[in-house]
């Protein structure tokens, strides 16, 4: 794209497409997908966190009205192959019902069919399974015990990954500096939970030989690892994309629920559906995220600048893998934040316990890993009496040091982050803030200014897996796009992925619009199944402005090309001598023109007008490969994501320190993605992030007890951030594009999230900290508060009565 | 428990519906699978999310804790009964149209019914007002920060609808927001009509 020609459309404030049919309540979810005689599955749970299966009796459940079936894990174990696990840990296998023993409280044992998903209910509730109880663990620190009981026995123990990585000298950093601190901080088991639990209905047509799944998916490579477990060709699966997914943020990943569902079309010759309903979702939907303890070490001198870091985190990931252990893995690149800390020791420790089975949530275990950077930049900052946004200042690495090589092998793209930081504070007034907070300390509140700095990876490769499991030599994690003028001059163009309300048809518009100049709503987007797709790889790590925007650029451009070919042959001259203008190609020497009409009759009607080798018609692809993503790792170094978002966060928390309740009370966000497409979008995203992390720091956790009983199952327990929790929130744009992709762009998906809880937890140990407390572990719920005061203040409590 | 199927009559959306439901069937389930009103969403089925929002009598309701038996006699209103006509929208809707108070799409059916209820009470309401209304609706995409700007939009135009319409505060509908766009149209992705008859240019 030529930068001197201003954007018609990218950056402009154009509506989201999308919201029409949502608004009208027309949109198009699994649930509402109408299958002629259509079965319904309900589940039946394990009450166990370890048990072996001694028998399971389903006689009385089959003399139920209605039921067709009851599905066992062992009948369903010599049909399938055991779901794809990430790491190379074969005897760590995955069946989607347990098999002769249950790993987790909920888990699912036995799938009842029936004509209703109510008399499916009513007929799991008579399945009887006699269990004998094993012992089980818990806690994270317990699995890592040798002699913890090992979730899956053939493994031998619960450690899935232990991998140590060294980048740069920091044994001689460490020498070096003359100041150290340790701490630890602990990111609780939370997720993001869409309202739209997992969905998936299959039908097998026996006769065509196809598998037709609709589902609330997002995931890369989904029908490969349908085709894989059921051992049938991936062209007899048949993946419809044009349903649309009611929230993900990286969770909606059912595999198992799918495997279930289309064997038992298979048996049964009927479509067959499992919805999960809020129960099974909380507890087995296969959708909890990082549950993480993080040690970290931090090597500074009295000025406060940050030489080394030692971080040693220790992951529970639950009774399966999967990929979650990888979480660990995509935040080595960008595991020195924004900051300037010349090397790192990074230890990644994933164990199993007797918790449901973790999976990718938004920011794949990047946010956690910011709340640990971000703690030991506070911590940094009160040994030596900076204060805290100096401090950041001071270790930021310099908008001219671009592109900025991190110890772990990622060169970051671009950024200005002292700039995104002067631009807030001259926003938000920070020396008055300062002055708000102390005046409400003085009020007799607890208040507390919090501070975050981060960096959101973007372009979603997936170099982590090759750094993580040396098996894996995955270098592509492509993108693609079609694009086709029809007969009559309209313009269709497709995606090959669902979409979570990302907004990724307005995308491809806008971007295609841009290119041809023609108006992005006359652009009509399709979503072919999977068997009319090109590659492509779902919308994760905030990739799709990058790589489906940079995809529809490379399409377009390619026909815009073909246009120009076909129209210079017409002149009778060279192509560089024409000129695309909104759809009209000119030739100034000879003053003739081809309007859009001409190029789209020759290119359909005459081939006799075409120049030599060209194909008739005018359809283009482009199947994009990630910026920068074209090698392995060497030496556990590797350029993991293209494109560095940065965002930096600026929250004041008050709370009366009897009761504890937070009450955020100005909310302000700096937030440079690069060349934003759609305001709107991003702004969303941002905000949604910013109300997950307040989730993530003040509310959500999926609690179990020592008996291994998940506590919070439901939306009484488990607290979601209602309009009340969720303040208004200011965001200041800055904008340094990022060299690597079409316009500038860098991702957005993750915004927000990456950084709040960090800056609400550095807001509330600000505002304890004169009492001598602090707390680090997330999240920081109202009672711990309230409690860790009131245990400080007993004595005193004493004296008065 | 279960039981023998009952008839209920129920006043959906100005249209009076029958159907035979189990007594223990919600009226969420029924508005769905009996009626195929699938604008009305399951999130929660415990009352707390508020995805199934309808209208009872013009007040929001959770259509997962009532049963449709319940619901015989009382007007009910869901997301289908918004739109004035096929293809065109309510002030509300395309409010958060305007404002992109919306990602996904799930919650959206339930907030858009709360939020017109508010409106049907009260004209002006502040900030505050519009957090309370909304706050027993859980969104996860937006942070709620553009439903808010969404209700308040929609707040504005409404107090205006009764206003003589100038053409700046007029519905920014689909002709009137395409006319001032600034993309070519003419020539530009018009149907090619000149080679139908022929096959051919002409």
């Given at each position: 794209m030529n930068p001197t020609i201003p954007l018609k459309f990218v950056s402009s404030n154009r509506r989201v497409r999308e919201d029409r049919r949502f608004v009208a309540g027309q949109g198009r979810y699994v649930a509402d997908i109408a299958l002629e005689g259509l079965l319904h599955v309900a589940v039946v749970p394990s009450q166990y966190p370890a048990a072996r299966i001694v028998s399971i009796n389903s006689i009385e459940a089959m003399k139920m009205p209605g039921v067709h079936y009851a599905l066992t894990g062992e009948e369903l174990a010599k049909?399938?192959?055991?779901?794809?696990?990430?790491?190379?840990?074969?005897?760590?296998?995955?069946?989607?019902?347990?098999?002769?023993?249950?790993?987790y409280v909920g888990e699912w044992v036995v799938a009842v069919v029936a004509e209703t998903r109510a008399q499916a209910e009513d007929a799991a509730e008579k399945v009887r399974v006699e269990y004998e109880p094993l012992p089980y663990v818990i806690d994270a620190e317990e699995a890592l015990d040798p002699s913890s009981p090992p979730v899956h026995p053939p493994h031998g123990s619960n450690l899935l990954l232990d991998k140590t990585f060294v980048w740069g000298?920091?044994?001689?950093?460490?020498?070096?500096?003359?100041?150290?601190?340790?701490?630890?901080?602990?990111?609780?088991?939370?997720?993001?939970?869409?309202?739209?639990?997992?969905?998936?209905?299959?039908?097998?047509?026996?006769?065509?030989?196809?598998?037709?799944?609709?589902?609330?998916?997002?995931?890369?490579?989904?029908?490969?690892?349908?085709?894989?477990?059921?051992?049938?060709?991936?062209?007899?699966?048949?993946?419809?994309?044009?349903?649309?997914?009611?929230?993900?943020y990286g969770v909606k990943r059912g595999i198992k629920q799918t495997v279930i569902v289309a064997h038992l079309a298979r048996v049964l010759g009927r479509p067959v559906r499992l919805i999960e309903d809020r129960l099974d979702n909380m507890r087995a939907g296969d959708a909890h995220g990082p549950d993480r303890i993080f040690d970290v070490e931090v090597a500074f001198n009295d000025d406060g600048i940050v030489k080394s870091m030692k971080m040693r985190a220790?992951?529970?990931?639950?009774?399966?893998?999967?990929?979650?252990?990888?979480?660990?893995?995509?935040?080595?690149?960008?595991?020195?934040?924004?900051?300037?800390?010349?090397?790192?020791?990074?230890?990644?420790?994933?164990?199993?316990?007797?918790?449901?089975?973790?999976?990718?949530?938004?920011?794949?275990?990047?946010?956690?890993?910011?709340?640990?950077?971000?703690?030991?930049?506070?911590?940094?900052?009160?040994?030596?009496?900076?204060?805290?946004?100096?401090?950041?200042?001071?270790?930021?690495?310099?908008?001219?040091?671009?592109?900025?090589?991190?110890?772990?092998?990622?060169?970051?793209?671009s950024g200005d982050y002292h700039a995104v930081v002067a631009k807030v504070l001259a926003h938000a007034d920070y020396e008055a803030l300062k002055l708000e907070r102390d005046a409400l300390r003085a009020a007799g509140l607890c208040a507390g200014i919090g501070i975050a700095a981060c960096l959101e990876p973007s372009g979603g490769n997936s170099s982590f897996e090759p750094l993580l499991n040396e098996r894996n030599t995955t270098t592509t994690w492509m993108d693609s796009c079609r694009i086709n003028v029809d007969g009559l001059g309209f313009v269709t163009a497709t995606i090959h992925t669902t979409s979570a309300g990302q907004g990724h048809e307005t995308l491809a518009a806008t971007v295609i619009g841009e290119v041809l100049e023609i108006d992005p709503d006359l652009i009509r987007i399709v979503r072919p199944d999977t068997l009319s797709s090109l590659p492509s790889n779902s919308p994760v790590g905030s990739r799709m402005a990058i790589m489906l925007g940079g995809a529809a650029f490379h399409a377009a451009q390619k026909l815009k090309a073909k246009m120009m070919r076909l129209a210079a042959h017409q002149f009778g001259c060279a192509e560089k001598d024409v000129r695309y203008e909104n759809g009209t190609i000119s030739h100034q020497a000879s003053n003739r023109k081809l309007a859009w009409t001409e190029h789209v009759n020759i290119a359909h009607r005459n081939f006799h007008l075409l120049p030599e080798g060209m194909e008739p018609g005018l359809e283009v692809t482009h199947v994009m490969q990630v910026p920068t993503g074209n090698k392995l790792p060497e030496n556990g170094r590797v350029q993991m994501y293209p494109c560095h978002s940065f965002e930096f966060h600026l929250v004041l928390v008050a709370f009366d320190p009897q009761i504890g309740k937070p009450q955020i009370r100005r909310y302000v966000i700096g937030h440079d993605c690069g060349t934003v497409i759609n305001p709107h979008i991003v702004k969303g995203m941002t905000l949604g992030g910013i109300a997950h992390g307040i989730g993530a720091a003040l509310l959500e956790e999926f609690v179990y007890d020592a008996e291994g009983q998940m506590l919070t199952q439901s939306f009484m327990d488990y607290l979601l951030p209602s309009s009340h929790e969720v303040p208004h929130v200011e965001i200041v744009h800055h904008c340094t594009p990022s060299p690597f992709t079409v316009f500038g762009q860098k991702g957005s998906g993750e915004s927000g999230y990456l950084g709040s809880p960090a800056a609400i937890s550095g807001a509330i140990n600000d505002a304890v900290a004169s009492l001598g407390i602090s707390f680090s572990k997330l999240p920081i719920r109202i009672a711990a508060i309230s409690d860790a005061i009131a245990a400080v203040k007993a004595p005193e409590v004493k004296v008065r009565t | 428990m279960r039981g023998r199927p009952?008839?209920?009559?129920?006043?959906?959306?100005?249209?009076?519906?029958?159907?035979?439901?189990?007594?223990?069937?919600?009226?969420?389930?029924?508005?769905?699978?009996?009626f195929l009103l699938v604008g009305s969403h399951a999130g929660c089925e415990h009352g707390v999310c508020g995805a199934c929002t309808v209208l009872i009598d013009g007040e929001p309701s959770r259509a997962c804790l009532m049963f449709a038996v319940q619901a015989d006699g009382y007007e009910i209103t869901t997301i289908e009964g918004l739109a004035p006509a096929p293809g065109e929208l309510s002030i509300v809707q395309d409010a958060f149209c305007e404002t992109h108070g919306l990602q996904c799409g799930y919650c959206t059916?339930?907030?858009?019914?709360?939020?017109?209820?508010?409106?049907?009470?009260?004209?002006?309401?502040?900030?505050?007002?519009?957090?309370?209304?909304i706050s027993g609706n859980i969104c996860r995409c937006t942070g709620y920060g553009q439903i808010v700007e969404a209700v308040e939009f929609a707040a504005d135009r409404l107090r205006k609808t009764n206003a003589p319409r100038h053409p700046e505060v007029a519905i920014a509908d689909e002709p009137v927001r395409l006319a001032k766009s600034k993309a070519p149209r003419q020539g530009v992705l018009e149907a090619v009509q000149t080679d139908a008859p022929r096959g051919g240019r002409s």
């Open positions: 049909a399938v192959d055991p779901l794809m696990n990430g790491l190379e840990t074969p005897n760590v296998r995955r069946y989607p019902l347990a098999v002769g023993q249950v790993r000298e920091v044994d001689k950093h460490f020498a070096e500096s003359p100041r150290h601190l340790s701490f630890r901080v602990v990111w609780g088991r939370s997720s993001t939970v869409p309202i739209e639990t997992f969905g998936v209905a299959a039908k097998w047509d026996p006769w065509r030989e196809m598998l037709d799944v609709w589902a609330s998916i997002q995931m890369p490579k989904y029908s490969d690892q349908i085709a894989r477990s059921l051992r049938i060709p991936l062209n007899n699966v048949r993946v419809h994309q044009d349903v649309d997914v009611g929230g993900s220790l992951d529970n990931v639950g009774a399966y893998a999967g990929r979650s252990p990888f979480q660990l893995g995509k935040p080595i690149g960008a595991i020195v934040g924004p900051y300037k800390i010349q090397s790192v020791q990074y230890r990644a420790i994933a164990v199993t316990s007797n918790k449901a089975a973790q999976e990718a949530v938004r920011g794949f275990g990047q946010a956690p890993t910011n709340y640990a950077i971000e703690t030991a930049i506070d911590k940094v900052a009160a040994a030596v009496g900076l204060d805290r946004i100096e401090i950041r200042r001071r270790n930021f690495i310099r908008s001219d040091e671009f592109p900025y090589l991190i110890p772990s092998g990622t060169h970051y793209d | 009952v008839k209920v009559r129920l006043s959906i959306n100005g249209r009076l519906r029958e159907a035979d439901v189990e007594p223990r069937k919600s009226l969420l389930d029924t508005l769905r699978e009996d059916p339930g907030m858009i019914l709360t939020a017109h209820a508010l409106l049907t009470h009260n004209d002006s309401p502040t900030r505050d007002d519009i957090v309370e209304a």
